[in-house]
């Protein structure tokens, strides 16, 4: 335990040094709140952008605070997967090119210890950082449309974080057999879309598919229930990753060389 | 210009600061990096000149990790 402390220590210290404690938060805030804003501004954006002619009228129905939020929540769902790959794309592969996991793991290590800290420091970093942003919409959406429950609101997060933990389990997984950092961002994104592709193609046989929580925290911000559907995938989502996360421990232990 | 005065700053400041944070502090690790993956004249301008992206690649792929 106290090695595994030792490993998560260090992997904090890298996460400052690299500048991903700012960088992250700070760009998924901005994310976040431009969807309130866009939305709040949207007539007079449309006043300085389009050529409209002369008299036409466009009435555009003002939003209601969920609505916003789900907006939030599909832009986390495009550019916020995006970035959660990116950003968690090197935590192996660089300690592979640089040699320094070989210094780590001639040390009693082992890979529980090393991929289990990893994935935690990066999956604290990535949660802290959408909670932040998802936070700030939704004071920004009670500011300027309806209010929204706060219950609402928090339970509809706690469902997108399994998202990012999916996310985070599949790009260390990927990360463990490849040794490339863009290659393990592509490959990982290319399975979530996959996934999401597959879940709006075949419906009936991927209700319990991670590719299906947006629309689950969606159906909790305008119906505000929970529902069976949402246990299934909240339950096959945090099975799969740690799944991914076995898988990739048992990948670890095969490296003849690392 | 009327639009702009429509605009009410007060909700739009913590954006403009929250891109201020960004951009300052990728200035900063990029002017104390030795070396950076292409030429640090070509990060210094996408940084302060494309908006919010610049940033982004630059601490994705613009660091040199030693």
């Known amino acids: ?258 | 210009m009327d639009v702009l005065n429509d605009i009410n700053w007060a909700l739009v400041a913590p954006l403009l600061i929250l891109q201020a944070i960004l951009a300052i502090s990728a200035l900063v690790s990029c002017i104390k990096q030795k070396e950076t993956n292409g030429p640090k004249w070509m990060w210094i301008l996408l940084i302060l000149f494309v908006n919010l992206f610049g940033a982004i690649l630059y601490f994705v792929i613009g660091r040199k990790n030693s």
């Open chain 1, 1 to 258: 335990m106290t090695r595994f402390l030792t490993l998560l220590n260090k992997e904090i210290t890298e996460l400052m040094r690299n500048g991903k404690l700012i960088w992250l938060p700070v760009v998924l805030m901005i994310i976040g709140i431009s969807q309130p804003l866009t939305s709040y501004y949207m007539p007079q954006i449309l006043d300085m952008a389009g050529n409209l002619p002369e008299g036409a009228s466009i009435t555009i129905p003002t939003p209601t605070g969920e609505e916003v939020l789900s907006g939030a929540l599909s832009q986390y769902g495009t550019i916020g997967t995006l970035l959660f790959a990116l950003a968690t794309m090197n935590v192996i592969a660089q300690e592979r090119q640089n040699g320094s996991i070989t210094l780590v793991m001639v040390r009693p290590v082992n890979e529980w210890q090393y991929l289990g800290s990893k994935t935690v420091a990066q999956l604290a970093l990535l949660l802290l950082s959408l909670i932040l942003s998802y936070c700030l919409t939704w004071y920004y959406t009670n500011l300027l449309f309806t209010p929204v429950d706060w219950k609402v609101m928090l339970s509809s997060l706690v469902m997108y974080c399994f998202w990012v933990l999916f996310v985070v389990c599949v790009t260390i997984f990927v990360g463990t057999i490849i040794r490339q950092s863009s290659a393990i961002a592509g490959v990982s994104l290319l399975f979530l879309a996959l996934i999401s592709l597959l879940t709006t193609l075949l419906p009936k046989f991927m209700e319990w598919s991670p590719g299906n929580i947006r629309g689950e925290a969606t159906k909790l911000l305008v119906e505000q229930q929970w529902t069976e559907s949402a246990w299934t995938v909240i339950g096959s989502t945090a099975t799969l990753s740690l799944l991914l996360f076995l898988a990739g421990v048992m990948v670890m232990k095969r490296y003849r060389r690392y």
